[in-house]
């Protein structure tokens, strides 16, 4: 079976688009923390999203805090566009894996 995942590469491409080589030195510059949940708030002023790391067997009340960041209502709407538009071929590819393996 053909492994029909989005390269590394191609995902690569989209998020450089439009971004300069300073820019994405700088966002890659830091360490990247594990995160398996993600709480989102939008208040008033902007948009709150919140990244904790619950361990395997642990219950809701065993997730630790990793970070949290701020925005305006705009970015937050930019943010949701952009992981719709890198995230749409990797939720395609997901769903052709599971139902290649369903049928067969």
């Known amino acids: 079976m053909a492994d029909k995942r989005p390269k590394a590469t191609q995902v690569e ?3 450089q688009e ?3 080589e300073g820019l994405l030195r700088v966002s890659n ?3 990247a923390l594990l995160s398996n949940r993600v709480v989102v708030s939008v208040g ?15 219950g809701e ?8 960041v701020v925005m305006s ?12 538009q ?3 071929p990797v939720e ?13």
């Open 13 to 15: 491409a989209t998020i």
């Open 44 to 58: 008033p002023f902007g948009v709150r999203i919140a990244f904790t790391e619950q361990q395997a067997g642990g």
């Open 86 to 88: 890198l995230l749409k």
């Open 29 to 31: 510059a830091g360490p």
């Open 92 to 104: 395609t590819a997901i769903a052709a894996a599971k139902a290649d393996s369903e049928n067969g």
């Open 61 to 68: 009340d065993t997730a630790e805090f990793r970070t949290a």
């Open 73 to 84: 209502h705009e970015d937050g709407i930019r943010l949701y566009k952009l992981l719709d």
């Open 18 to 20: 439009g971004v300069s």
